[in-house]
């Protein structure tokens, strides 16, 4: 397994509206489960919540508005020059509200992840949890997957399962879903800062190997509470 890195990993953190991802980042960094430290917050929501949390944390933030930008690719292009500001090693999309370009997922490729409310690949896009009850399914859940062009198309590293229950709501299983979202993304994150995950080759490596099925949260790694 490769050892550690005695520096912490720099992110910059994307968010529209509450950021309790981003929280959850935070509080295991500030618990000493998640060798990293967040240069930036940054938003296209000016009354984002998330940026008062990152404000009374003493952690730099941005707004850059999508409303000022006449398109998609000069949106982007701004977005790209505020985090390249920070210098990340990582960019963590945390309940960001935007579909990126091309230009700008190739620009970070390997350095760009998002957590989707979904075992992907199955519910890609919005509305998952409603969609999960239509179908009938048993199982839900989240996954941490690197970005690529491809919508929620990017190899997933690490998921968390969710048992449906019989008469849930769409609200009941959103509530259990983000829970495990909470202790995903610290989780997976910290799988990047230590080294053991790393993007090669357009996929995931684990400690060195591809791997070929995403991990489970409680059964491939230790809980974290």
Known sequence: MPTPPSSPLPLVVLLSGRGSNFQALLHAIQAGRLNAVIRAVISNRPGAAGLAMADQAGISTAVVDHREYEDRESYDTALRIAIDAHAPALVVLAGFMRILTPAFVRHYEGRLINIHPSLLPRFRGLDTHARALQE????????????????????????ARVAVHPGDTEELLAVRVLKEEHRLYPAAVELIASGRIRWREHRVWLDGKPLETPLLLDHDLQSIP
């Open 136 to 159: 009938g399914v048993t199982e839900h859940g989240a996954s941490v997957h690197y970005v690529t062009e491809e919508l929620d198309g990017g190899p997933v590293i690490l998921q």
